[in-house]
């Protein structure tokens, strides 16, 4: 009768720890077979607790069952042997950084899922009996992580199944119990759902946050491309009117020149023919004046009478008109207008190329991007020092110049020319430009936030010394009542809690100043639009008060 063929699971045949095909297989208490030396060599780890595991089962045996030869499936493993039905593991072996499988014993491989109730890494083969047993289709799969001790109470050794919101901790069942009996607990679950929520929000949040940046970003992608292109045709228009201008001054140069050259040669030709016209009378002069002496000396009266009467009876040549000489003669009038000429086209020049300075102006469609948390303004934030140089005398400095506080004594100061005299203020070491921010926290009876040009006067009590009195200052001036504004000697009046915090926002280059109350929130006070033309130096004016640079 011919052998009965039958299919088999090659996988049915493998050792769950060193998956390979059985070698002396061996049926421990709850069904599952091993090679004998690999569940030996499993259990000889376990033995220092006499607690004995199913590797992939997890049933627990005391004490130590004893292992004996499964003969009818070892002559099965060799029948497979024989007809080459090799088990080929087909899952790989674990790498750097990679979770490695907590039941393999010779070389680890690489696990495909952790189990949340075993508490264990499986790789795919040692996975297998999950997916079959009813009793192990029940645990929680979940991907591969080298963390699960982390689900553990390290108190009781039991899993976290619960949460404490009062000690804001994930706690076990006997946790409930003891530690945290009085507490507000609920399930994982239930405080996963309510955080997911939460978290579901804060992501709609965030997505609206992004989409308005890159909106933002778009703008301002779209700016860099236009300035970019205006500038290059800035820079090519720019350059061919220039050429325009030199070939300009070069033909009203070549003018000059010609108009000089021909004026002079007329000049010097109306000179030479009223040289030769000279010369010539001249001559006759001189010819004349040698018959007159030869004639003085003609001793015979009668031909001396007689040759005198043959002369001319008025020597004519040589009593014309006088001819005009200026041998001092030049073009320096000319060179005169020329130089004027050159100042005042430098002073054009000058005066123009100073209103090039700002290429973009405010009509640009470069958008001023403003920050709207505290964070944000964080990421400009400044770190700011007192100038001791300017510091009244009736302010004193302390904490390496970042504290200052109103006095009745008069402090030491020595005498210094950027020191104001006579109004309680100080100004900080360093000039800004670009994007800056910078908090007070203050004290006291009244004070005034400012920034100014270092051009301020620091002399006298007048309108030009005071922060905010003049067209060099902006201030804002603090009580514990009221808040106002101050520039140019105008006052504006402004609205907002009291905060003992002013957050102090500039941004030079689009021309924007900003003053914030902080407290729990960000709050905008007063915000300014102008037009910046010098670095900016931050100031404080005190009375009976104290700040400090945050």
């Not at 010779?106 to 890494?121: F, Q, T, Y």
């Not at 970019?228 to 228009?237: G, L, M, W």
């Not at 001054?249 to 030709?269: F, H, L, N, T």
């Not at 009876?445 to 400012?450: K, L, M, P, R």
Request: aromatic letters at 8%; a neutral charge.
């Amino acid at each position: 009768m011919a052998e009965a063929s039958v299919t088999v699971d090659q996988n049915q045949f493998t050792c769950a720890i060193c998956l390979d095909l059985l070698k002396d297989p061996v049926a421990i208490p709850c069904g599952q077979s091993y090679c004998m030396n690999c569940i030996k060599s499993c259990w000889d780890q376990e033995d220092h607790d006499g607690v004995y595991r199913c590797p992939q089962c997890r049933e627990t045996f005391t004490p130590r069952p004893i292992l004996a030869r499964n003969t009818m499936l070892a002559e099965v493993v060799e029948k497979l042997k024989k007809t080459g039905q090799q088990a080929t593991p087909t899952d790989h072996y674990a790498g750097p950084g990679d979770v490695e499988c907590d039941v393999c014993t010779e070389r680890k491989r690489k696990a495909a899922k952790s189990c949340l109730v075993c508490l264990v890494s499986y790789c795919e083969s040692h996975l297998q009996p999950h997916y079959g047993s009813p009793a192990l289709k029940k645990h929680k799969l979940t991907d591969a992580t080298g963390h699960l001790q982390d689900n553990f109470c390290f108190q009781h050794d039991k899993p976290l199944e619960f949460y404490c919101r009062t000690d804001q901790q994930c706690i076990c069942d006997l946790c409930t119990m003891y530690e945290h009996r009085d507490h507000e607990t609920v399930s994982a679950d239930a405080q996963r759902t309510e955080i997911q929520k939460k978290m579901d929000e804060m992501q709609k949040e965030f997505q609206q946050r992004i989409q308005m940046r890159q909106k933002d970003l778009k703008v301002l992608i779209e700016a860099v491309d236009s300035i970019t292109r205006s500038a290059q045709s800035a820079v090519e228009d720019n350059r061919n009117i220039f050429i325009e201008m030199i070939y300009s001054i070069v033909r009203r140069r070549s003018e000059v020149i010609e108009r000089i050259k021909d004026e002079a040669m007329a000049a010097v030709s109306q000179a030479k023919g009223d040289m030769k016209r000279l010369k010539q009378e001249i001559d006759e002069l001189k010819r004349r004046h040698s018959e007159l002496e030869q004639l003085s000396h003609t001793e015979d009266h009668i031909q001396f009478l007689q040759s005198w009467q043959s002369l001319p009876v008025v020597p004519e040549v040589g009593f014309g008109p006088r001819i005009s000489v200026y041998p001092r003669c030049s073009f320096e009038n000319v060179r005169k207008v020329v130089s004027e000429l050159k100042d005042q086209l430098e002073n054009v020049c000058e005066k123009k190329t100073a209103e090039l300075h700002r290429p973009v102006t405010k009509d640009t469609v470069l958008p001023v991007l403003v920050p709207r948390t505290r964070a944000e303004f964080l990421h400009y934030s400044r770190h700011l020092t007192l100038d001791p140089n300017t510091a009244n005398r009736n302010l004193h400095l302390s904490e390496g110049n970042r504290v200052v506080t109103w006095k009745r004594e008069t402090q030491s100061y020595p005498g210094h020319q950027q020191r104001f005299d006579s109004i309680p203020q100080v100004l900080c070491t360093e000039g800004l430009t670009g994007r800056c921010y910078w908090e007070v926290e203050w004290s006291g009876s009244s004070i005034g936030i400012a920034v100014t040009y270092k051009g301020i006067s620091r002399k006298g009590m007048y309108d030009d010394s005071w922060l905010g009195n003049n067209d060099k200052s902006w201030c804002l001036s603090c009580s514990a009542s009221s808040y106002s504004f101050w520039h140019n000697n105008v006052q504006t009046a402004v609205y907002g809690s009291h905060s003992s915090r002013i957050g102090v926002y500039l941004d030079h280059w689009a021309g924007t100043l900003s003053f914030y109350s902080i407290s729990d929130t960000l709050t905008l006070l007063h915000r300014v639009h102008t037009t910046f033309t010098e670095p900016l130096y931050p100031g404080l004016f005190l009375w009976n008060s104290t700040a400090k640079l945050c």
